[in-house]
């Protein structure tokens, strides 16, 4: 990989300018005005700035001893500091090649990998998964496949939310007035419907209210009866959920839910006051910050006063026993912005319950999914958009746009073209913008043949695709590429594909598959743009040869990258 060799030989470099830098630090990444170069570092300043030198003066002894005449154009010492690299042609082609013949795709496996947890989805059981939970579904998904790409080992793990008071609520309504019609047809509505019920009923009867207590006691105490019914909730509830895990692709190594951890939660409690971490407070148990001002008044419970444990306990409960069992290097957990502070909060207790368990610890949140009314994404009559629906919709929209593109096609494969371009737009529109910022869901943008969109990147990869059925047609023996990158456009095209490996890196870095999307976007558009310009088919035999590989490869980075968030490709549309 260009970039990796320049590192390598800028680390040599300032290894014997500066004998104690930590070279990990030294990186290379692109630049981010292509006016100046292609590649960019900017560690020097920070090198300088720790032992109080002149930058400038160090990139210049640096640079001395920097031999990148392979690679790259003489290196520029720019601004206070940052050096500039302009590959050369032929580094580039000598890359191009080697992922030819199939040695990488240009990017590199870790040379240390890591092991690292991702909780995500982790719906609540009798209840509708909502379109947050499809949002932690979709992130969490191509976070996972991006660092197995990248050569981590991954655990995944649904954290599913099957315990908890409304326990107390759902058993009551389940043996008042059950109708197991409308269980069988919609499990998961009918279980909502008799929550909402009892709760609606639970402020103002006392005689209801006392009930459900009793029953979540009973459960808790395990009554056979609760239990069974509590199972069943369970039991039915999963099975809803996998029919939309296994048409979005989604698959859980684990899916240890909350209930896994009950009998924990009371040794977790002894042990933080045992250590002088939690402490009783108004008969409730808590765990205070008075050294860390911004939860310096939000302060944790990890028991409430009717000695009943809760989500902090259960997530506490749960950490420890993922360090026990699979020593994790990091752990992931994606959920909506509004588990900010619960995160802080684990985190915090976590850090000084365990201080010399070094793992990472990250909180992937996330914005909200808005309706064009720009409030909280629901129906028209204001009710939470039930997930088989929205899919569902997804495809028959999808195979409108497929049927008017491609009217000659069979249906069945109309359906199925239909099917991977609906599904991919979901997850697209939800992968692309800033996963911090909330989005305005709408289906004509995300069904757009235009634009940052998947069906764009879909039907790109179909354009590739279809020069190779003609190209199979001419009979002469192709030549061997040897990438001159005459064109402007072929070495734009060939630049942007070999930074394939450097946004990956960014993406696991930050948990942030939008870098991704951006990334393939502007390689579809130079894509376009070559292809407009530079003939393929009709070139000389060496030229045809060249430009047939840079389609080639295009091909593949678009349909890894597309792979790695989740969405499939097909081969016309
Ligand atoms: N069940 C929770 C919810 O629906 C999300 C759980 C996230 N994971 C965790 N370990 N807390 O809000």
Known sequence: MLYKKLEEQLRQAVAQVVPDADLNTVQVRPCP???????????LMALAKERKKNPRQIATEVVAKLDVSALAEPVEIAGPGFLNFRAKKEALGAVLKEAREGQHLFYATARQPRTIIVDFSSPNVAKAMHVGHIRSTILGDAITRILRLLGHRVITDNHIGDWGTQFGKLLVGWKRELNEQALAADPLAEMERLYKKVNAEFEQNEEIATQARQELVKLQNGDPEDNAIWKRMIELSLHEFDKIYARLGVKFDHALGE????????GVVQRL????LASESEGATVVFFQDIPELKEQPAIIQKSDGGANYTTTDLATINYRIETWKPDEIVYVTDSRQQLHFKQLFAIFRRWMPDVKVRLSHVWFGMILGPDNKPFKTRTGENIKLTDLLNEAEERA???????????????????????GLGAIKYSDLAPNRQSDYVFSWEKMLALNGNTAPYLQYAYTRVRSIFRKAAESVSTPLEPIFGLKEPDELTLAKHLVTFGLVLEAVADDYRPNYLCTYLYELAGHFARFYENCPVLKAEPQEKADRLALCELTGRVL???LNVLGIETTERM
């Open 399 to 421: 195979l409108a746009v497929v049927t008017e593109k491609n009217p000659e096609l069979a249906e069945a494969e109309r359906k199925e073209i239909a099917r991977i371009v």
């Open 559 to 561: 349909k890894q990258g």
């Open 273 to 276: 006051r045992d250590i002088g």
């Open 33 to 43: 005005d292509p006016k100046f170069g292609d590649y960019q570092s900017n560690s």
């Open 259 to 266: 209930s896994y951890y009950n009998s924990a939660l009371k």
